[in-house]
């Protein structure tokens, strides 16, 4: 079964700190990684894309790396703001369809 | 268009009452997706449509659950009969072309919730 898993559930952090977002993945076949965001009510914001065949994507203060054989990729986050507050979910793309993480909620104090 | 606008964003219904959820893709886009994001059930995937052909219907969850898409556009998600766990947010998305490493863009979804 194509499981995604996402560590650490929630994450408080008080403002400027770098923080790690984790994602891992049981099925390596897959097309691709995307990292999106969630803020409350809202719809999926798409914040990195990863191919299968790429190492990492950077986009200003994220950035997202990929590591296909051990099924694991992780999403840094510099200089945390409080406007990073939200969920950030992983979702792993197989053929048609993208299987997704229960996400982890990011609250930056300022 | 500029984004996935879905209609409407929030509905409240009756148990037994069918609903008509709608997505307008962004032009242009040739592959549409529908999820749906429950507690406890996380975002689950409900139906491709690459065109007007659904080719993977894997996801809906039972024989209530239909979708169509014409003119390779707007997309309708029903659901007949509707039951108390069928509340949740459902969510589309469309891309450029199924698979094939293109990025999913989202609307903001429907909150449906049955009494």
């Known amino acids: 079964k194509q499981e995604v898993t996402q560590i650490p559930a929630a994450l408080s952090v008080p403002e400027g700190e770098n923080l790690v977002l984790n994602c891992s993945f049981t099925?390596?076949?897959?097309?691709?990684l995307q990292w999106f965001r969630q803020d409350p009510g809202k719809g999926l914001t798409s914040l990195l894309l990863?191919?299968?065949?790429?190492r990492e994507q950077t986009s200003g203060r994220l950035n997202a790396s990929l590591d296909k054989s051990s099924g694991r990729s992780t999403l840094y986050i510099a200089a945390s703001q409080p406007g990073d507050s939200a969920t950030y979910l992983c979702?792993?793309?197989?053929?048609?369809?993208?299987?997704f993480g229960a996400g982890t909620i990011l609250r930056v104090k300022s | 268009g500029a984004g996935v606008s879905q209609s409407p964003s929030n509905k409240v219904t009756e148990k037994g009452k069918d609903v008509e959820l709608r997505c307008d893709p962004i032009?242009?886009?040739?592959?549409l997706y529908w999820y749906r994001q429950s507690l406890g059930q996380g975002l689950e995937f409900l139906i491709y449509?690459?065109?007007?052909?659904?080719?993977?219907k894997s996801g809906l969850p039972s024989d209530r659950f239909s979708a169509e898409r014409t003119g390779g556009s707007v997309s309708t998600l029903t659901i007949q009969r509707t039951q108390q766990e069928d509340s949740a947010v459902y969510l589309c998305?469309?891309?450029?072309?199924?698979?094939?490493?293109?990025?999913?863009?989202f609307g903001d979804g429907t909150r449906l919730s049955i009494l």
């Open positions: 990863i191919q299968s065949s790429q």
């Open positions: 032009s242009g886009h040739t592959a």
């Open positions: 099925d390596s076949a897959i097309y691709n």
């Open positions: 998305a469309s891309s450029l072309a199924g698979g094939w490493g293109q990025p999913q863009h």
């Open positions: 979702a792993v793309e197989y053929g048609n369809k993208l299987v």
């Open positions: 449509f690459q065109g007007n052909s659904a080719p993977d």
